[in-house]
């Protein structure tokens, strides 16, 4: 049987760690990135680690607010290397995604907001919703209820976005009918997670609200 330290041997943990660091780094304050072979071949590696090791990851580590880095451009695997295709995405297009729980969250502390929004110039695009976070399999998932759409600082549509509201609650709604992340990478600068639709990404964090 192989110990957890054979495969973190086996799966070069500190390559693909410096890999992910490198690509964070490159894409927040500039400098060389690394290609996107590169960073999907990491993200499956620690997504690899994440499963075989049973990594399990605290709500509180997800808190706060997060820049979207790279991403997939379809579903990917580890078995067909010429399909991975990603890129990063690019600075004129600033996607964001945040997790907040309000102060008198409920005691359970395994829900709170969703936000995710694009900014293309002055155009800004918002929806927000909620997130449930049981902490089995580092699944988080979500649906967005609200939706707020301005340009050059004029708010042109806010409201109801899908259903528009929550009669059943996250937890009592089945997960295939759900959208969902898991999140197989949680560092204190940057999250790596799948999808549901099976593509990967990257975040960084940002401290701007």
């Keep these: 049987m192989s ?3 054979n495969v973190v041997q086996s799966l070069d943990v500190p390559s693909f760690i410096a890999t992910l660091s490198q690509a964070a780094a490159a894409f927040r304050d500039g400098g060389d990135r690394p290609n996107a072979q590169a960073v999907i071949a990491a993200m499956l590696a620690a997504e690899k680690v994440a499963k ?44 964001q995604i945040s ?10 502390g395994h829900g709170g907001e969703i ?35 301005s340009m050059f600082g004029k708010t042109l549509y806010s409201g109801n976005f899908g259903s528009g509201t929550e009669t ?21 600068n940057f999250i790596a997670a799948r999808g549901r639709g099976g593509g990967l990404a990257l975040w960084v964090r940002t401290f701007e609200l």
């Design 52 to 95: 075989q090791q049973r990594l399990t990851h605290p709500l509180e580590a997800l808190l706060g607010h997060w820049r979207l880095c790279f991403t997939t451009l379809s579903k990917v695997n580890g078995q067909s290397p010429l399909a991975r295709k990603g890129i990063y995405v690019p600075k004129i297009a600033q996607a």
């Design 168 to 188: 059943v609650s996250l937890e009592q709604r089945a997960i295939s009918k759900l959208p969902f992340f898991t999140f197989f990478l949680v560092t204190p």
């Design 99 to 108: 997790f907040t729980q309000p102060v008198d969250v409920e005691s359970n």
């Design 115 to 149: 936000g995710n929004q694009i900014q293309v110039g002055s155009i800004l695009f918002q929806v927000t919703g909620s997130f449930h976070y049981p902490g089995k399999k580092n699944l988080l998932v979500f649906d967005f209820n609200q939706a707020q759409f």
């Design 3 to 5: 110990t957890i330290s």
